[in-house]
């Protein structure tokens, strides 16, 4: 199948899709006289690309888009009326709803690479019918195939008379289709049809038989929250911890579904809640999308504080999904809410820099450090500050954030705030001690930061703070010549320009060129 790995802030488990399958089916039927099966995957495609997404986000918020909840499109159903989870014979309504949009990420490039790297999950791009004809369409179906591919249409419709027609004339249950690479099974299991799996089982069908990538029929049912086809799989003897081909345990991907209902018929098969993904060394419960999920998982044994190849805990990793509710758990069966990964960010610093207060407050409530910093020396305060998020700033120096803190290159808040031209957070800052005179490794204040970012209104908030208003706009910089006003005059910051000269920047000094500010 076409397939692409995404290294996307969604990181939720996917699995091929049958769309493509849909399509094949019923060019194959159109073609061939057609068959109740076929002709029903028309609609199908259009009722898939309506609940396709998988979205939920942070509840109120502040002047950030937070970081997106898990996202990742599900399996089609042929039929138009039983997939995604929500039909067929028992699709789990205890997961997570779909809907037909999805919420930007709002993350900067950094913020979202530790979103992904901490759901440590694998998504593959889906296929659309297009794509799927265009590179499945070379070898042509004969009659024989076209029976086949009926069949694949039959068992996500859950069509079982069509299929038991279709067997008796020696079609082979094991088929894997050439078109969408998957098999009657993986069809059956992707639209919960329930029925239809115990027909095509008892038909000779091998409940771990894999299509063209290895993905088994379990993994998909567990992926698309169909409790009652995982049931009957694991029943049929499935093996509970084949990994998909992306590393992901079936406990994992109904994990990150968010269905409980295949979460517990997992773990009642003996599927181990500790299993890693080979390839990301994320847990089960560090993919867990509900707060029903994440209990069941703890209460089944899982190790609350078990991290992933980047480091990170479950508790990070909810936190970067933007999984409140699961942090809430985590939280209260004991996890260490500032435990730091390889780079020491800790879940706090996450939800800072994504700008999502009500996980900063949830987690400030759980006892988080308002001041631990990064190994580089940032500190959350610094981070909402750069945002600028005001109302983080304010949570955070409530919670006794140190406003004079410095980083290793001794760039403090009230630069960061700067940088960002935020008036109410250089106000925020001020207010609770922060140095105006304070300077960075290259001896630069904060003023000269707001002068450079063109921020005028940063600037003037600066300058009505700085104790010597003379000397900082002659000489912004240690050892230089050039004063604030050539600073802005060189970018051209006109609106900066105004402010100095309001705050009384000499417009005849030079940088001992004999050059002033007018002639540059």
């Known amino acids: 199948m076409a397939e692409t790995i995404v290294a996307a802030s969604e990181g939720r ?73 929500g039909g067929g014979d028992g699709g789990d309504s205890s997961r997570r709803p779909s809907t037909a949009s999805t919420t930007a990420s709002g993350l900067r490039p950094g913020a979202a690479a530790v979103s992904a790297a901490a ?30 591919e009926r069949l694949l249409a039959a068992a996500a419709a859950g069509m079982d008379a069509d299929i038991g027609a279709l067997v008796a004339h020696g079609v082979d249950v094991n088929w894997v289709s050439p078109v969408s690479g998957i ?21 000779g069908a091998g409940v771990d038989g894999v299509g063209a990538d290895g993905t088994t029929p379990l993994f998909v049912a567990a992926a698309t929250g169909q409790a009652a086809a995982v049931a009957v799989l694991c029943a049929a003897g499935a093996a509970v911890d084949a990994a998909g081909r992306g590393g992901a345990t079936p406990l ?54 078990a991290r992933n190849a980047a480091g990170q805990t479950p508790l990070t990793c909810a936190v970067a999904a933007g999984f409140l509710e699961v942090a809430g758990v985590l939280m209260a069966a004991g996890a260490v809410v500032d ?32 001041n631990h910093a990064t190994a580089a020396g940032e500190s959350p305060l610094m981070a909402a500050a750069g945002g600028p998020f005001p109302a983080i700033v304010n949570l955070l120096l409530a919670s006794g954030a140190d406003a004079r803190h410095a980083s ?71 050892g230089a010549a050039r004063s604030l006003l050539h600073i802005a005059a060189s970018g051209n910051a006109t609106a900066v320009i105004a402010a100095l000269l309001v705050a009384g920047a000499p417009v005849d000094a030079d940088e001992g060129l004999i050059i002033t500010p007018g002639t540059q």
């Open 339 to 370: 435990a730091p990964d390889g780079t020491g960010v800790t879940p706090l610093m996450i939800a800072v820099r994504a700008g999502a207060a009500p996980a900063v407050m949830a987690l400030l409530h759980g006892g988080a450090a308002a």
């Open 119 to 148: 759901r440590g999950a694998v998504v593959r791009a889906p296929a659309t019918v297009a794509t799927a004809a265009a590179t499945r369409a070379s070898p042509a179906l004969t009659p024989a195939m076209r029976r086949q």
């Open 183 to 203: 098999t009657p099974l993986i069809a059956a299991a992707a639209n919960g049809r329930a029925h239809t799996l115990a027909r095509l089982l008892a038909a």
């Open 13 to 85: 488990p996917h699995v091929p899709p049958v769309a493509a399958a849909a399509a094949a089916a019923a060019a194959a039927g159109a073609s061939s006289g057609g068959s109740r099966a076929a002709a029903a995957a028309a609609p199908a495609t259009s009722a898939a690309s309506a609940r396709s997404r998988v979205t939920t986000s942070y509840g109120g918020g502040t002047a950030a888009t937070p970081p997106p909840r898990a996202t990742y499109s599900r399996l089609a159903t042929y039929s138009g009326g039983g997939g995604g989870g």
């Open 408 to 478: 290793l290159r001794g760039v403090t808040p009230l630069h960061a705030a700067a940088r960002a031209g935020s008036e109410a957070v250089i106000a925020a800052l001020l207010a609770a001690g922060a140095a105006p005179q304070a300077v960075d490794d290259g001896g630069v204040t904060p003023l000269v930061w707001a002068v450079e970012a063109n921020a005028p209104a940063a600037a003037a908030a600066l300058l009505a703070a700085t104790p010597d208003v003379a000397a900082a706009l002659a000489a912004p910089r240690p």
């Open 252 to 305: 994992a991907a109904a994990a990150a579904c968010g269905s409980e209902g295949s979460v517990a018929a997992l773990l009642a098969s003996g599927a181990n809640v500790n299993r890693v993904n080979a390839a990301t060394g994320a847990s089960p419960l560090a993919v867990a999308s509900t707060a029903g999920v994440a209990r069941a998982l703890l209460e089944a044994g899982a190790v609350r504080e």
